[in-house]
């Protein structure tokens, strides 16, 4: 998956203090606000296809997963525990995060290569089991929802945070086609990594995002289902946009 960090983000999220629309607000002020939802699990292409849909069609981008690493990285650095919901909760609704010209930011601080780590992949996807701090990043999530439209990834984009969603798109790819991907992109970075300890944390988080009780990771049953492991960058994103038109002209 791309990197937030190296994407330009058009929108920032409200920064700390500002007001964020409330859960109903963001339903019906934005209802209008087309929206698709691309989910699928880790490594699965879902940031780089999001991205090259938004490019293509210049709609806004969100990437959800970065909302859930900026909240883990934080939670490091104060020595939360991942177990403490509560804490965890205030500190995804009032941690300072936005993303400047594609660089996301923590307090005034440019983290964008720190969210990569696996460690931080790790607690993103253990401190994402709590429904409470799920909860305090919905409204920052729907904040993104604005005209000419949105392309959201994540895991839950289609199933909880944009049910109204005018497409989903569900990415799968074997376990270790995604390793793999993984693994190019983090040695491109220039991240050491190991490509069976890859393998092992990306199953691992597999369990963890499919079998937790609050927003599992699953495909909507009126998403679309796109195997990935024999097809390249271009053939999806085409794939994606052509479901995309199907969809605009049938509207
Ligand atoms: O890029 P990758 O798919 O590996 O991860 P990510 O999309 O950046 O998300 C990191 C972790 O945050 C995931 O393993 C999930 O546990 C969690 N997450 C989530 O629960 N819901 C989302 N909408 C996005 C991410």
Redesign the pocket.
């Known amino acids: 998956?791309t990197a937030?960090a190296s994407i330009p983000h058009p929108n920032p999220l409200p920064a700390r203090g500002e007001r964020e629309p409330s859960d109903s607000e963001a339903g019906e002020g934005q209802r209008n606000v087309p929206v698709i939802a691309i989910d699928?699990?880790?490594?699965?292409g879902?940031?780089t296809i999001a991205f090259n849909v938004a490019t293509a069609l210049r709609f806004h981008y969100l990437?959800?997963?970065?909302?859930?690493?900026l909240i883990a990285l934080r939670a490091m650095e104060q020595g939360i525990g991942v177990e403490d919901a509560q804490t965890l909760a205030v500190l995804a609704r009032d941690a300072d995060v936005t993303f400047e010209a594609g660089r996301a930011m923590l307090h005034g601080r440019d983290v964008a290569d720190a969210l990569r780590t696996e460690a931080v992949?790790t607690v993103?996807?253990r401190i994402?089991v709590h429904g409470a701090v799920?909860g305090a990043l919905l409204a920052r999530q729907r904040a993104f929802r604005e005209m000419p439209g949105l392309v959201a990834?994540?895991?839950?984009?289609g199933s909880v945070?944009f049910p109204d969603a005018k497409l989903k798109v569900f990415l799968t790819a074997s376990a270790e086609a995604r390793a793999e991907r993984?693994y190019k992109q983090l040695i491109a970075k220039g991240i050491s990594v190991n490509i069976d300890g890859l393998l092992r944390d990306i199953r691992e988080?597999d369990i963890?995002?499919t079998t937790r009780a609050a927003?599992p990771?699953v495909a909507a049953s009126d998403a679309k289902t796109l195997d990935t492991t024999e097809l390249s960058i271009a053939e999806v994103t085409t794939a994606v946009l052509a479901l995309y038109r199907e969809r605009d002209t049938a509207a």
């Not at 990437?63 to 859930?68: E, H, T, V």
């Open positions: 998956m937030a699928g699990p880790a490594a699965s879902k940031g990437d959800s997963g970065a909302l859930y690493r992949s993103a996807s994402a799920r990834e994540g895991r839950d984009m945070v993984r988080r963890r995002d927003a990771l």
